[in-house]
């Protein structure tokens, strides 16, 4: 027990500090002067990135409100609800803020597609990525709403886990770019889509890893209880 709970916390560690990243890639086209952004831009994405993406995004500027800002808002609540202390102190505002959690969810999912089919900085290699974790985010949130109707907790909370770690892919594709970036040669749209796949692979396997973790020992503590 103490292992899973040393690595809850570790992983909780971990998603306050992608969700900063995120909620800081979200909003930084609105909360920093124009230059500051596109200085930061440049370092954290790439000059191609900056130079090409950035305006076909603000091209399309009632979808790129609500990925970023209903973006935000998601990391910030899915933080929340993660909290022990939260959920047991606020159960009635858990449950309202898991409500806009799950809309938030799939706006988000929705955009993205709409932004790779639209402006793809990197072509149809940047569908693929973007069509298949969009979609596994519907379906896990899709299955999360399902299972708490049923009063299904623990399921519940294995799939809104699964969801969320999609959303944290965002942050930790930007985390991956950059270390991909010091360690090879390449364009920046190659990098970008080599970073799609680990950040959302490595996302959702540690989440998955933990989710089983769990699930084991809840196993055993009712084996125990019936032996």
Same mark, same amino acid.
């Given at each position: ?121 990197? !072509? $149809?290699?940047?569908?693929?990525? /973007?069509? =298949?974790?969009?979609?596994? &985010? *519907?379906? #896990?949130?899709? @299955? ?24 944290? !892919? $965002?942050?930790?594709?930007?985390? /991956?770019? =950059?270390?991909?970036?010091? &360690? *090879?040669? #390449?364009?920046? @749209? ?38």
């Amino acid at each position: 027990m103490k292992q899973i709970q040393a690595l809850a916390r570790a992983g909780y560690i971990t998603a306050c500090i992608l969700t900063v990243v995120g909620v800081y890639a979200c909003l930084s086209r609105y909360i920093l002067p124009e230059g500051v952004h596109l200085w930061l831009s440049n370092i954290l994405y790439g000059t191609d990135y900056t130079r090409d993406a950035l305006p076909a995004l603000a091209s399309k500027p009632g979808i790129e409100v609500v990925h970023r800002i209903f973006g935000a808002a998601y990391l910030i609540i899915g933080l929340m609800q993660f909290s022990k202390s939260f959920r047991r102190k606020r159960p009635q505002l858990h449950r309202t803020l898991g409500k806009i959690f799950m809309v938030f969810s799939i706006t988000g999912a929705v955009s993205g597609i709409l932004f790779a089919i639209l402006v793809p900085f990197a !072509g $149809v290699v940047e569908l693929i990525p /973007v069509l =298949l974790f969009a979609s596994f &985010m *519907i379906y #896990a949130t899709y @299955r999360a709403y399902a299972h708490i109707r049923r009063g299904e907790v623990t399921q519940h909370r294995e799939w809104v886990a699964r969801s969320y770690a999609i959303g944290l !892919g $965002v942050a930790s594709i930007r985390v /991956v770019f =950059l270390i991909l970036k010091q &360690m *090879i040669i #390449a364009n920046d @749209r190659d990098i970008l889509m080599a970073a799609f796949w680990l950040g959302w692979i490595l996302t959702l396997s540690a989440v998955e890893v933990y989710n089983q973790m769990l699930q084991a020992h809840t196993n055993k503590r009712k084996a125990k209880a019936t032996a």
